[in-house]
């Protein structure tokens, strides 16, 4: 069997959700023919599928090594790595792929998402650096050896005694033992309940189907309502915290909606659409779509 038959049996899998299937077809393929970028990154997309980021983010690069100029090499490898929580390396691998794609607005979005990842991982380490407790800790006067003890734990020992530099009456506030007084000036901060990050989706398509996840956990099947239009797609999900995510498309093309599948995953939520015309799709929304293009092997399809 040649390297081309193996992976149309594995694009069969792929779409037919078996990726485990697909993983091996695709690997059978990368085994008689190592030096296909086309064959590593279609077995990163079922990698990724199986949540094998690491084995994605693996192949990506060796499809880039291949490649350089595959802008889409570049770009499966920053998914594979923002999946792996590695920003910094998703945000250059994105950024890569946007040198070969200015005008890509999905590279952009992607490199907003890690800007955003980034700058709440500094605003976290910046809140815990303030959030620091200073220990009061009341001593008699001429007692040394216990401020010395209180220094070497990092206390800060108040005499009661006059010329002390704290003030008298705030010791004599002081419990028996231990006291403990926050920053006052971050106790807004340290109040407030972060809020619970909004859900997102992402998109991505093979030459028959359409795909839109939505990043949705331990969904249950009465909690989600999805309708397919010809040319929109309409989803509604009832959150554990009692809000509802709504999703409401006009798509870029025309699907058909019986052959369409709603799909619960512990990790999310998938939408695949099948497409009335095996066209590649620039965009997903009809807005952003810039022209009809025959589907190609080399595409940004699996």
């Known amino acids: 069997m040649e390297a081309s038959d193996l992976v149309r049996e594995g694009n069969e899998a792929f779409v037919d ?8 077809k695709y690997s059978d393929a990368i085994e008689l023919n190592a030096y296909d ?6 077995r990163a997309a079922a990698f990724m599928k199986i949540t094998n980021y690491q084995a994605a983010a693996a ?42 794609d200015r005008e890509n607005k999905e590279l952009q979005m992607w490199i907003g998402k890690c800007d955003a990842e980034l700058d709440l991982a500094t605003n976290e380490a910046k809140l815990g650096a303030n959030s620091t407790e200073t220990v009061v800790v009341g001593i008699a006067s001429g007692d040394e050896s216990a401020k010395a003890a209180c220094k070497a734990n990092g206390q800060t020992p108040v005499n009661e005694a006059a010329g002390n530099a704290a003030d008298s009456s705030s010791v004599n506030n002081l ?56 040319k929109t797609l309409s989803a509604t999900v009832k959150l554990p915290s009692g809000s509802d995510f709504s999703l409401e498309l006009d798509l870029a093309h025309d699907i058909v909606p019986v052959q369409c599948k709603t799909k619960l995953m ?17 965009s997903l929304e009809a807005d952003n779509e810039i022209a009809v293009k025959p589907f190609q092997t080399k595409g940004r399809n699996i």
Not at 266 to 282: C, D, Q
């Open 17 to 24: 959700d078996d990726y485990e299937l697909a993983v091996k």
């Open 37 to 42: 970028a086309e064959f590593y990154l279609k």
């Open 59 to 100: 192949d990506a690069s060796s499809a880039a090594s291949l490649e350089p100029e595959n802008c889409k090499a570049h770009t499966r490898k920053g998914v594979a790595l923002f999946n792996l929580k590695n920003f910094v390396a998703a945000k250059e691998a994105f950024s890569d792929a946007l040198k070969l």
């Open 175 to 230: 419990s028996p033992s231990v006291s403990t007084v926050a920053d006052p000036s971050n106790q807004e901060q340290l109040q407030a309940k972060p809020l619970a990050p909004k859900p997102r989706y992402d998109w991505y398509q093979t030459e028959t189907h359409v795909i839109v996840t939505l990043m949705i956990k331990n969904t249950k099947k009465e909690s989600v309502n999805v309708e397919y239009g010809d």
């Open 266 to 282: 512990s990790t999310k939520v998938e939408l695949k659409m099948k497409k009335a015309e095996e066209i590649r799709w620039s």
